[in-house]
């Protein structure tokens, strides 16, 4: 059986996505055979802008806009039937997966941590729930499948080459609902994935004025500030520095929680 990597080259940590995707592939799929990367952008010169790669040949989809829909449309004519395709955790490429599972009758599952090729042809997913106290196996029934990947797994190393791009595919806009769009770039990169000293922010710190002596700290530090779930939704911090399991999942050497209830989604 064949894989495919599904890589958003438009998403600001696209070499995070592609060294997870690589890191599961080497731990699960060794002795399946590696097909074309498949390259969603809705800018072309994002492809020839990133000078590493998790597999050596690919496949541009090319949309008009970064909308699902179009995505959508783009991925169909380049879909075979028996495959297993790997999109990474990113919230648009979870959506992605299941609508395309959906569209092309086969099977599909958020949130893999692990895949199993039964003797039998049956391939096993497994993968977290109620806020990872539960490992769950779930079984794909029919071909393709689609899977999207939790997030926080094991990297590799990627490819010092740029990926060799076989074809180019272009889908103009697919929705039709688009009335006009205005894209802001995010001008701050508050670098929570790959910290090694983290200092995370809870209801206990109390407010605003509380986050700005964490920020004071993690700087002192060395580190970067987060915080847990409460002190976003009171937007104490913006959304993207939240923590836990509707967060970004981390691996720092050294975490310091203050006024953090240590509740599992945030453990």
Known sequence: MRYHFIVNMDAPDVRMQMQEQKGFAETYLSEWTKGEAILLTASREKLYQCDQSNAKEAIAAVAENDVPETF??????????????????????????????????????????????????????????????????????????????????????????????????????????????EIIPDECDHGLEDADVVIAGGRGIGGRSGMELLYRVAQAAGGRAGVSRPAAMNAWAPMDQMIGVSGKLLHPQICIAAGVSGSAAFY
């Open 72 to 181: 959508l449309e783009a991925l169909m004519p380049l879909i075979c039937n028996d495959d297993l395709y790997l999109f990474s955790g990113e919230l648009q490429n979870v959506q992605l997966a299941v609508r395309m599972g959906y569209r092309t009758g086969g099977s599909s599952v958020n949130g893999a941590h692990g895949i199993f090729a039964e003797d039998n042809g049956q391939v096993t997913v497994r993968r977290m729930m109620y806020s990872n106290h539960m490992e769950v196996v779930c079984g794909l029934c029919r071909p393709p499948y689609f899977c999207s990947l939790a997030n926080g797994l094991e990297r590799a190393e990627l490819l010092d080459r740029p990926f060799e791009i076989k074809e180019e595919t272009f889908t103009a806009e697919a929705s039709g609902h688009v009335v006009s769009e």
